[in-house]
């Protein structure tokens, strides 16, 4: 066996940035990453696939990120927000199908304030499942103020961690700053998701590299990696997207750095593959998140063109995770499906 693999294999911790740059330069290892990435899932997360319901539950943004459908300046996006009782209702439809973690996931949307947010964590946990909320930064004071009222877990991937890039594609917002928000997060007590995504233009081996040191430096407890879509009605339209190899080798090299973490296999991979979600499954991926976002509001919450789901039955999604998760012989997770936590690893 070559000896960068055995490094990865029995040394991940001294992996260096060179390290990685050179394995995200060259495909003459890729068959080998793979492998061991499943070999590691299946050590330390087992053979479980959590599901992770999510409702998008407003399409609104006040930013203006480049590559994203929802940004301020598209107009040819109809606009939705779903009223508390809504969201609460779905909920508990939600909790009924026996699916234990919930995820509200918005654009930036300061319609939803400090109290309504909290009253909604406190009325959907009252239904025994796990809350991660996904609605981008919000002011320290509000983080606490959720943890206290419940909410377990927040997502926001750090989106790349180069910081030239990062502030490229976010006008109004600093990588550093994204940064702080993460560690306030994991202070407050929150399992805190970041990623990124693969294939932004201008975005690199190198680049790619610094991702995944900076998910080691997080120790990210959930890691949400899809490729670059490009979206026909953003400032990014012409460029060129992120491809099924890269954005594989990228979930299973942080597979193989954070083992314990839970890593979803993302919506944005079943949109650039058929199978693209049952690839990364087999390549470090623990989780699913079927879209519960109700109609007729499901189409607009648009990020990206050609993404799955769209147009499924109303709760269609909860009973094909599960038969895709029976195809490939693993086990639909019965539990909330926190991060495992091991003395050492
Ligand atoms: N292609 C792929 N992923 C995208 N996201 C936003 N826009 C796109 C796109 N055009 C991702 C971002 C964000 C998550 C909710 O969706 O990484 O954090
Ligand atoms: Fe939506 Fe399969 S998960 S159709």
Redesign the pocket.
């Known amino acids: 066996m070559s000896e960068i693999i055995n490094k990865l294999k029995t040394k991940k911790d001294s992996i260096t940035y060179e390290e990685l740059v050179y394995l995200l330069s060259t495909d003459k290892y890729d068959q080998q990453i793979f492998e061991l990435a499943d070999q590691i899932r299946k050590k330390y997360v087992g053979n479980e696939v959590h599901i992770r319901a999510i409702i998008e539950f407003s399409n609104i943004c006040k930013m203006d ?1 480049l ?3 929802l940004r301020k300046q598209n107009k040819n996006l109809k606009r939705y927000r779903m009223k508390p009782e809504e969201i609460l209702e779905r909920a508990k439809l939600i909790a009924e199908r026996n699916i234990k973690t919930i995820v509200l ?1 918005s654009g930036e949307d300061p319609f939803y304030t400090t109290e309504i947010i909290k009253d909604l964590i406190i009325e959907i946990k009252k239904l025994g499942v796990a809350v991660t909320l ?1 609605i981008g930064e919000r002011e320290f004071e509000e983080y606490k103020i959720w943890k206290e009222a419940g909410a377990d877990r927040y997502l ?2 750090h ?1 790349t961690a180069d910081s030239k890039l990062y502030k490229k594609l976010h006008p109004s917002d600093t990588f550093e700053n994204r940064k702080k928000h993460l560690f306030k997060l994991k202070e407050l007590g929150y399992e805190v998701g970041a ?3 693969v294939g932004l233009p201008g975005q690199g081996p190198k680049e790619l590299a610094k991702d995944l040191i900076f998910l080691r430096e997080l120790d990210s407890d959930m890691i ?1 990696i ?6 026909p009605d ?1 400032p ?1 339209k012409s460029e060129k ?1 992120g491809d099924l190899n890269t954005t594989l080798k990228v979930i299973a090299l942080a597979r193989i750095l954070i083992p314990t973490a839970n890593i979803p296999a993302t919506t ?1 991979m079943g949109s650039i593959h058929p199978f693209g979600r049952q690839l990364a499954l087999k390549c470090g991926a623990n989780v699913i998140m079927p879209n519960l976002t109700p109609n007729p509001y499901r189409p607009n919450y648009t ?2 063109p050609n993404k799955i789901c769209l147009f499924e039955a109303d709760t269609a999604c909860i009973d094909c995770v599960r038969a895709m998760i029976k195809g490939l012989n693993r086990k639909v997770g019965e539990t909330h499906g926190f991060r495992i936590k091991y003395s050492a690893v």
């Not at 899809?226 to 979206?231: A, D, L, S």
């Open positions: 990120c590559y994203c459908g996931q996904s926001m991937r989106e990623g990124c995504m949400g899809g490729p670059f879509i490009p979206n953003t990014l997207g944005a990020l990206y």
